[in-house]
């Protein structure tokens, strides 16, 4: 087993001794605040985002000894009118909506919140408005925001948790999936950072029964002070219907698992953050980071690009002792801007951490394939009434250890079985069109989705054999090499905005981000340190296949094994845009 930190937490600084833990000491320094505010009328909002757990937190409310109590889910159009509203964007498909980049006015009834604004308005002694948008009904003399992380938000799906006033806790949970994601996250995110400001508390509901509440002040404070130094999200990790055993290892997971299929570690848009005051530790979405400080983050071009999205992602696909990955084209640009309203697209690369001696990547096209028959043989086979043969359509490469697969969107792909890849790739992962699924099932019991229609019409059908095996496998050359490291440009295709280097460190490499976010795994070698050349920032530790990410603002940092032997690094960032 290796020292893979599976809940890194980031030190706040002067802030110590902030966090307040339980309903009992939260509610009773809640009330406090109205006391010592000394006015007989006091209005405390408290803001949600969509996924908490309601029934929980207003049973704790009932400690504060409200005079009025205005829910925000009577605010709200009701469930048939707004499936109907969303219609459009919700889709009859499984898994693909179109996002939704309106307002959370949108879904409110107009009467309804004039009402509770009213009522607020008039309201004598201690008023509590409670609920998603609750800050849109009165004017807080104390703002609490629950927050959320997505990934227990997608937990609770599968437990049967419904979508935000919604009664579909029976559905697919694929459907309450976009829905949130389509929809509802687009919109809370949104609203969150029109108040993050304005917000007094934090409350972190992610552990039933185990909240934590901390100042807007000390979070913000917190926020600002991870621009200036390197940070790790807070990984998670699931099983699949092709997942393998090398995270277990690797990753200390639970042995008695069945699987390991995948891992989110360094996806600010789905994991989450840890802030830690000393006597408690706050979780936040790391999209938190994102849409609070986006500039500082990502640095001035890659913001004037993409806004406040993180437009990387590193991932791991584990299929050591598993099964192939399903065969999958992902969209052109043009693309999922039209169907999806997505502004880019999901071009990727596979890194192979580690690989048995039968592994493979299926890339590209042989030089035989032809789209009709290939879509003829792929529908005959996903009704069931063949195999797809996919090495004759499909190259197979073999592929080992520190092999690097560049995948830009239009090329179909899938990693074989025993391969442990670290995915570098662009953010948009939900939009995977699946091909073939090896005639597999999901863990539901259900087939996966496939979606052939689409995948028809992204696939570059110009991308054979030779044209792969030029651009896209290990295109692999050394920019510079010294005494102390040796520098590899390793991807990805001229295509693709990302640019990945391979550092081979030997004493220790000085690396300068150039005012842009850096994506960085230890890819070889137990531990290493980074460093602040200037002192900026103090020491930080990374193990074995962690991920870690260096915001724009830091100017410079340096890498260098914790102990002895070489050390290797891969590192991605937005390449600059040619002027």
């Given at each position: 087993m290796g020292n893979y930190e599976k809940y890194p937490s980031v030190p706040v600084k002067g802030w110590e001794g902030r966090a307040l833990k339980g309903y009992d000491d939260i509610m009773a320094a809640l009330r406090e605040e109205y006391r010592e505010s000394g006015r007989a009328d006091y209005c405390i909002v408290f803001d949600t985002y969509p996924g908490v757990w309601d029934e929980e937190v207003l049973e704790a409310l009932r400690a504060l000894r409200p005079d009025n109590l205005i829910q925000m889910k009577e605010v709200f159009k009701g469930e048939s009118e707004l499936t109907e509203q969303l219609r459009s964007h919700l889709t009859d498909d499984r898994v693909f909506g179109r996002m939704y980049y309106g307002e959370i006015e949108d879904l409110l009834n107009e009467e309804a919140l004039k009402g509770a604004k009213e009522k607020a308005k008039q309201a004598k002694g201690l008023t509590v408005v409670y609920g998603f948008g609750a800050g849109l009904v009165a004017e807080a003399d104390t703002l609490v925001y629950l927050d959320m992380a997505r990934w227990e938000i997608q937990l609770r799906y599968r437990k049967g948790m419904p979508n935000f006033n919604c009664s579909n806790t029976d559905e697919d949970t694929l459907r309450k999936y976009k829905r949130a994601f389509f929809i509802e996250w687009r919109i809370a995110d949104k609203y969150k950072q029109r108040i993050f400001e304005r917000i007094d508390h934090f409350l972190d509901t992610n552990r039933r029964g185990k909240p934590v509440m901390v100042s807007g002040e000390a979070v913000r404070a917190g926020l600002c002070q991870m621009t200036e130094r390197p940070f790790r999200t807070v990984p998670y990790f699931d099983p699949g219907v092709w997942g393998g055993q090398w995270m277990k290892e690797v990753c200390g997971l639970d042995r008695d698992r069945e699987n390991f299929a995948w891992s989110f570690d360094g996806v600010p848009e789905e994991n989450s953050i840890l802030l830690d005051f000393g006597n408690g530790k706050l979780e936040l979405p790391a999209m938190d980071l994102v849409l609070y400080q986006p500039k500082k983050l990502l640095g001035p071009q890659v913001f004037a690009r993409f806004g406040a999205e993180f437009p990387i992602r590193f991932d791991f696909l584990d299929t050591m002792g598993g099964q192939n990955l399903s065969l999958q084209v992902h969209p052109l640009t043009e693309y999922i801007h039209r169907q999806f309203g997505m502004a880019y697209t999901q071009d990727e690369s596979y890194y192979l951490l580690d690989a048995g001696e039968d592994a493979c990547v299926y890339l590209g096209l042989t030089d035989e394939a032809e789209p009709e028959e290939m879509f003829e043989e792929l529908e005959k086979a996903n009704r069931g009434e063949c195999l797809f043969d996919a090495e004759k359509f499909i190259n197979k490469f073999p592929a080992k250890k520190h092999d690097h697969f560049l995948i830009p969107a239009g090329t179909c792909h899938c990693s074989g079985a025993n391969s442990m890849v670290l995915e570098i790739s662009a953010t948009p992962y939900i939009f995977t069109f699946k091909l073939w699924d090896w005639a597999r099932v999901g863990l539901d019991g259900k087939p996966r989705p496939v979606h052939l229609k689409h995948g028809r019409q992204v696939i570059q059908w110009d991308r054979k054999t030779e044209w792969v095996k030029e651009n896209l496998v290990n295109?692999?050359?050394?920019?510079?090499?010294?005494?102390?490291?040796?520098?590899?440009?390793?991807?990805?295709?001229?295509?693709?905005?990302?640019?990945?280097?391979?550092?081979?460190?030997?004493?220790?490499?000085?690396?300068?981000?150039?005012?842009?976010?850096?994506?960085?795994?230890?890819?070889?070698?137990?531990?290493?340190i980074v460093e602040s050349p200037k002192g900026a920032f103090e020491p930080?530790?990374?193990?074995?296949?962690?991920?870690?990410?260096?915001?724009?603002?830091?100017?410079?940092?340096?890498?260098?094994?914790?102990?002895?032997g070489t050390i290797g690094v891969i590192r991605a960032y937005v390449r600059k845009q040619q002027s």
């Open positions: 295109a692999v050359y050394t920019v510079e090499e010294n005494q102390d490291y040796k520098e590899e440009h390793t991807g990805l295709h001229e295509l693709e905005f990302i640019e990945t280097r391979r550092y081979w460190i030997r004493n220790q490499a000085v690396i300068r981000p150039e005012n842009t976010v850096n994506m960085l795994n230890l890819v070889e070698g137990e531990e290493a930080f530790t990374v193990h074995y296949a962690e991920t870690f990410i260096i915001p724009a603002g830091v100017e410079e940092y340096s890498i260098r094994s914790a102990g002895e």
